[in-house]
């Protein structure tokens, strides 16, 4: 014979989880668990091609909204003037297709940075030259 609890699970606080009353559903999940499945939704979107693409002036407003609520909250980093330098230089040798980006991208080490002007295998060589 059926027990009259049959079909009742996770009734009263014995099966709750600490994040949800029900211990049920998505926002009970453990939060790595929710990023998987969201991000295999995001993957669907972008195959079936119905996921929204940000337009450079889009994600230009959505980064300084968040920049500005981090300031907000007080959690934004405070770059130093040599983090700054450093953060710079490498955002332009990747948007330029400097030796370092092309180097991560094969997966080889990055060659030692030169001084300013000088371009790794300068020596020797004429401005007209292609390389």
């Known amino acids: 014979m059926a027990s009259s609890n049959q ?7 014995q099966g709750a989880s600490p994040r949800g009353t ?40 959505a980064g300084s909204k968040g920049g500005q609520a981090a300031h907000e909250k007080g959690t ?18 990747a948007s330029h297709g400097g030796a370092g980006s092309r180097a991560k991208q094969a997966g080889q080490p990055s060659p030692p940075a030169t001084p300013a002007g000088k371009q790794a295998g300068d020596a020797g060589e004429s401005q007209g030259e292609a390389r």
């Open 76 to 93: 934004a980093h405070e770059f130093d003037s040599e983090e700054a330098r450093e953060a710079g230089r490498k955002g332009g040798q």
């Open 22 to 61: 029900s211990g049920r559903g998505f926002a009970s999940m453990d939060p790595q668990r929710q990023r998987e499945i969201a991000s295999q939704g995001g993957k669907a979107a972008h195959e079936k091609g119905t996921a929204h693409e940000f337009t450079s002036e889009e994600a230009r407003q």
């Open 7 to 13: 079909g009742k699970q996770g009734g009263g606080k």
